[in-house]
């Protein structure tokens, strides 16, 4: 700038002379860089500002003057602070390190740039984050900067946002988001695991809904984001598990709104790729081939086993042309459960194989199941006795009349059934009618698929559980 006392015009030029008589202008938002050998037109020295009555200079960057010197005051400038003035030959009196000025070092400036132009500050210059937050928040600056950037920001990445000296604002980095990892053992049955979230700075704004809980692959039920916990760079984030088999991840959407100190958003989102959960909450046991068979009563109202057959690929339920009961006998091997495992459902599917006389479930009533913590007889080579030994719980469930896609299932997602399912060895289940026969002296019954028929058909105990 160039002052002349006779109109008080300011005209754009590349230093500022300010006679005794003119008020000297706020010098916000603009870089004094001069090029005007020997200074002002009188030649009174000043080549950046030569001052000859009262004057304050606030976060003002006066540098690169070819002549005269940077900053001439015939007084004493008055509060004046974090100023950066490259001659410290010629500072206008101002010490180094003094009310956060800077004397006498290169302020390391870019190249003439932008519209309205300004010299921009390179990395490393010492005018980043050394300016006063008060001075630029005041009118007219009103944390505006000659580069359009919001004062202020963290430019040096101390964590502290702290406006710059001169019309530039160095732009803060965007925070970037480092790698999602586990932070608990993985496989996991646990309820919910943990992810450690790390951000290159502190940043603001974290919460629940600025993260996704994606099933990667398998079946998980009933994910969400429970919890995010932590401050500045660092958070733990908490996802709950339902139940199923799968891998889980935790992903960074779009629309996050996490920001560092600076109000710079988050970049690099979507985020979708962080370590990998392998969740394993889901066994699915098949019925043991020679553990399981059906019984036939040894008569009509003896209520005993009087026959067996534990290799065929049915099993039969409903009664025979003599009006005896058939029971068939399910064998599930549950030990792989862990021992602290906490059930949440249960489901029995049975894939039926034919119909012989009339369908039992229109004339036998439900089809009960009957379970037992162990085997039956205490013997799981499917002795006759297992016809009439006790249940752990008699008629815990019946089977669904109607199949879905092929099987007929009963489900409990609660109740007494979760302390029979056995975490050290066997669980079995009877199937029975309700009513014992139909009386008409001609066959009616089920025959479901067994535990010897191919895999995809055999009958299938399916438990759901975590771990705490």
């Given amino acids: 700038m160039y002052a002349v006392n006779d109109s008080e015009r300011w005209v754009w030029v590349l230093g500022v002379y300010r006679p005794a008589a003119l008020p000297i202008r706020r010098l916000a938002r603009t870089y004094l860089q001069t090029s005007v050998k020997g200074g002002v037109p009188d030649g009174s020295g000043g080549g950046g500002i030569y001052n000859s009555g009262t004057a304050t200079l606030r976060n003002t960057l006066i540098a690169n003057s070819t002549g005269g010197g940077d900053c001439v005051s015939n007084v004493t400038l008055s509060n004046s602070n974090n100023n950066l003035i490259e001659d410290s030959n010629s500072a206008c009196g101002l010490t180094n390190g003094s009310n956060g000025n800077i004397i006498g070092s290169d302020p390391n ?7 309205p132009a300004y010299f921009p500050l390179l990395p490393g210059s010492p005018a980043i984050d050394a300016g006063d937050n008060t001075t630029w928040a005041d009118p007219p600056v009103n944390n505006q900067s ?8 963290d430019g040096n990445g101390d964590n502290f946002a702290v406006c710059d000296m001169g019309s530039y604002e160095y732009p ?5 988001l ?9 496989p996991t049955s646990s309820n919910n695991v943990n992810f450690t979230v790390t951000f290159s700075e502190p940043v603001t704004g974290v919460d629940v809904n600025d993260f996704t809980a994606t099933v990667v692959s398998g079946a998980i039920g009933a994910v969400s984001v429970a919890t995010v916990s932590g401050s500045d760079s660092s958070y733990t984030v908490t996802a709950n598990l339902g139940y199923g088999n799968g891998t889980l991840r935790l992903d960074v959407p779009a629309s996050a709104t ?49 026959s067996k057959n534990d290799t065929g690929e049915t099993l039969f339920v409903g009664d025979d042309a003599q009006d005896r009961q058939y029971r068939a006998i399910l064998s599930f091997d549950t030990a792989p459960l862990p021992n602290n495992a906490v059930i949440v459902k249960v489901t029995l599917r049975l894939k039926l194989q034919g119909v012989v006389g009339t369908d039992p479930f229109t004339t036998h009533g439900n089809l009960l199941v009957d379970v037992r913590k162990g085997a039956f007889s205490n013997n799981g080579a499917l002795p006759l006795s297992d016809f009439q ?38 669980t079995q289940f009877r199937l029975r009618f309700a009513k014992d026969d ?8 089920l025959k479901f698929y067994s535990g010897d028929a191919g895999m995809v058909s055999r009958p299938q105990l399916i438990i759901e559980y975590y771990v705490p």
């Fill in 109 to 115: 400036l870019g190249a003439l740039t932008g519209s």
């Fill in 258 to 306: 996490i920001a560092d100190l600076g109000g710079n958003a988050l970049s690099g989102l979507p985020y979708q790729s962080g370590e990998v959960y392998t969740v394993k909450k889901r066994l699915m046991v098949l019925s043991s081939d020679g553990q399981e068979g059906w019984v036939l009563e040894s008569s009509e109202t003896s209520n005993l086993g009087g």
């Fill in 172 to 176: 803060d980095t965007p925070p970037a």
């Fill in 178 to 186: 480092l790698p999602i990892t586990r932070a608990h053992s993985n």
């Fill in 438 to 445: 139909s009386d008409d002296l001609g066959a009616d019954y």
């Fill in 389 to 426: 030994a006790a249940a752990s719980k008699s008629a815990v469930g019946g089977i669904s009349k109607n199949p879905v896609d092929g099987w007929h299932r009963k489900g409990w997602t609660s109740g007494i059934i979760f302390s029979y399912i056995n975490k050290t060895g066997l």
């Fill in 146 to 153: 000659q580069n359009g950037v919001i004062r202020p920001q």
